[in-house]
């Protein structure tokens, strides 16, 4: 009975994410038969599913970009960055989406990533002490 019960505990957290996987696979395929639309939808229903699956940001960027929604698939494709730094094909997929863009839709302005500050303080990284009106 504790192992029956313990198997349903286990397929019931592990059915939102193949949900999510059958959506993304519906999406594939509306996207590889020309239905954009459709396809956005699909990989929609999958980041509602999960909101943290970059794949799935990244595949609802790529069917938006195909129905000319520019804007709105570089913020996803910014989020599924910040999602997953380490996935290369998302990263090049917004780079080639913000080149893209800067050539052919200047009107959309492209969030510049500032560079990270470093060496703030002038010995190393530790900050000065406070004033004196601070201190206790």
């Known amino acids: 009975m504790l192992v029956r019960s313990v198997l349903l505990c286990i397929l019931l957290s592990l059915s939102p994410a193949l949900f999510a996987a059958d959506l993304q696979t519906e999406g594939r395929q509306l996207l590889s038969q020309g239905d954009a639309a459709a396809a956005s939808k699909k990989f929609a229903e999958a980041a ?35 999602l997953a730094p380490a996935r290369a094909d998302i990263a090049t997929n917004l780079n080639e989406m913000r080149a893209w863009v800067a050539r052919h839709a200047p009107q959309i302005k492209l969030k510049e990533v500032p560079p990270p500050i470093m060496n703030v303080y002038p010995d ?9 009106l601070w201190k206790k």
């Open 124 to 132: 190393a990284d530790i900050p000065p002490e406070p004033p004196a």
């Open 48 to 82: 509602k599913v999960n909101p943290f699956d970059a794949s799935a940001l990244n595949n609802q960027a790529v069917a938006l970009s195909a129905q000319g929604d520019y804007e709105k698939a570089l913020g996803l494709l910014e989020r599924a960055v910040r």
